[in-house]
């Protein structure tokens, strides 16, 4: 049939021609499909997925004879399970720069009409290289991130997701990756994304529990505290190991100082549930030390003790108050005095070798439980002056109450107590606040270790079971720190009592803007040329 007089030599199929390309840089091809949504097929540049394919022993590799952008286009033949396009029945090609691909001339001998048939693999032993266009580039293994002569720009850039990029650990900043992302078909290569989530189903949420909410507390300061100083090592190893730069959460020493300060306003809620026993602890020893004052009084003044009792209360408020206004901020002075990240910044920065991060005391152990005691302590101390002089405050509005209602008794129940010319009530002594004060201060563990009310009425009752887990993973669920790491109040004490005083950098509170009498427009357009609106303000034409 091949012979005969009827057969056409240039129908379609009689000259197969094969080939084998690279797909050439995509800033020559990837105009040729809008990047995002579009209403008019008119506003389409071109037409199909089309791409230019430089075509070997066909196309000069050095693009002196044929440029990147003088190649034919080239046409994707679909699988049958791809559908044309008809009815809605499509697939998109999965195609990227420095591809190889392969396929054959649709106008034989002609060959300017390549269509694509399909395109070969990698494997994860290739080393890609990362530009494209170039003479050393051409026929070579490309990324499909590489850059081109002319980057893409905005969304259209491709970025490697995490799952994109490989894990591979590289201790030495000095030997760069050659294969930084994963532009293989193997999928079970360990990426980015496999170690962020392992990290995230290994990072411990902190859990608080009602049946001992300071110990409670103190443990979830541990468990906080741990989770900063693993994300502050991970960040100083980042500065030469390539799986760490690539997960860890801190980018910069502005990061690492961000993360603290969020670190110290989560800490800071659990801090306030102990000033809120302390406090609790207070008013009951003030309750029970003016006690026997309340019932020694007449029955027509006890009504108004309660006017004192109420404004004590009120006090004791303000003080805790006070004691919370700023503690994001103290705590975050002292979190830096202790871990002093810029310190470790530079260290790290300037004795960077084959291991950054892991040179002794750059390591960073887990956080045992006497460092959150510690920085309880810490807390405490730097409040102490602020305490004392608001009780003394209370004790002053106490004293004073205390003589006013004791001259309303009779003479002859009064005396004299000590060097004061108090009267008092005949064998009932002024509850001394500042010995108080001083047990507050000195005595922590009492306070701490305070129970107002118990469950146990008459002795006799079940006691409930004991919450066990501490924290919460993902991984793991609930778990509980080990009998050795459980708070001792004794120990937070005994700190506050030996420790100094830290000097504690607060900054000061940004006051509320005030608008005087006779105050001058204010101009808010920041540009030489000021807007119509902006002359309107001024000359008061609107509102």
């Not at 033949?77 to 009815?87: D, F």
């Not at 269509?115 to 290739?126: H, P, S």
Request: include cysteine; aromatic fraction near 6%; hydrophobic fraction near 35%.
């Amino acid at each position: 049939m091949e012979g005969g007089t009827l057969f056409n030599p240039g129908f379609l199929g009689a000259n197969f021609l094969w080939w084998v390309g690279q797909i050439a840089d995509d800033s020559t091809w990837r105009d040729n499909n809008l990047p995002g949504k579009f209403e008019s097929p008119q506003s389409i540049p071109g037409w199909g997925k089309r791409y230019k394919v430089r075509i070997i022993g066909l196309h000069d590799k050095e693009e002196t004879e044929i440029p990147s952008d003088q190649l034919p286009w080239a046409q994707v033949m679909y699988p049958i399970t791809a559908g044309g396009g008809q009815a809605n029945a499509s697939q998109t090609p999965n195609l990227r720069h420095g591809m190889f691909v392969f396929g054959f001339f649709l106008d034989g001998q002609e060959q300017q009409v390549p269509v694509i048939m399909g395109v070969l693999g990698n494997n994860a032993q290739t080393k890609l290289g990362k530009e494209i266009g170039t003479d050393n580039a051409n026929f070579g293994p490309i990324s499909g991130f590489a850059e081109g002569k002319v980057p893409p720009k905005g969304p259209a850039k491709p970025v490697p997701p995490d799952f994109g990029k490989t894990a591979t650990a590289v201790s030495n900043s000095s030997t760069p990756i050659s294969n930084p992302t994963i532009e293989h078909p193997d999928a079970h290569q360990l990426s980015v994304a496999d170690v962020k989530r392992e990290e995230k189903y290994q990072e411990k949420i902190p859990l608080m529990k009602p049946d001992n909410k300071i110990g409670s507390a103190i443990k979830c300061i541990q468990t906080v505290l741990d989770n900063l100083t693993k994300k502050i090592d991970k960040y100083l190893k980042s500065i030469g190991n390539y799986i760490d730069a690539a997960t860890t959460i801190y980018n910069t020493i502005n990061d690492v100082l961000n993360g603290i300060k969020n670190v110290a306003c989560e800490i800071a809620k659990y801090i306030k549930l102990i000033l809120d026993k302390i406090m609790e602890y207070l008013l009951k020893v003030l309750n029970k030390a003016l006690t026997k004052v309340v019932s020694a009084m007449p029955a027509s003044l006890r009504h108004l003790f309660a006017d004192i009792k109420e404004l004590l209360v009120e006090l004791i408020m303000c003080l805790l108050n006070k004691l919370t206004q700023n503690l994001c901020d103290i705590i975050n002075s002292l979190l830096n005095d202790i871990i002093k990240p810029k310190e470790l910044d530079e260290k790290v920065r300037s004795s960077r070798g084959p291991c950054p991060g892991n040179n002794g005391d750059l390591t960073s152990p887990d956080v045992p439980i006497c460092s959150a005691q510690n920085l309880v302590a810490l807390t405490l101390k730097s409040q102490q002056k602020v305490i004392e002089d608001e009780l003394q405050k209370i004790d002053n509005v106490l004293t004073t109450s205390l003589k006013d209602l004791q001259g309303k008794l009779a003479p002859t129940s009064s005396q004299t107590l000590g060097s004061s010319n108090i009267p008092s009530i005949p064998g009932v002594s002024i509850p001394d606040l500042a010995g108080l004060v001083g047990n507050i201060t000195t005595s922590i563990s009492s306070a701490l270790s305070f129970e107002n009310l118990k469950l146990s009425i008459f002795g006799c009752e079940l006691s409930p079971n004991i919450a066990l887990s501490d924290f919460y993973t993902l991984a793991r669920g609930g778990s509980g720190q080990p009998e050795s790491q459980t708070p001792n109040a004794n120990d937070i004490s005994n700190a506050v009592q030996t420790t100094p005083t830290p000097n504690v950098n607060v900054p000061e509170p940004v006051p509320f803007l005030d608008i005087r009498q006779n105050e001058p427009n204010l101009n808010f357009d920041t540009s030489d040329a000021r807007t119509p609106d902006a002359i309107a303000r001024e000359t008061g034409q609107f509102a």
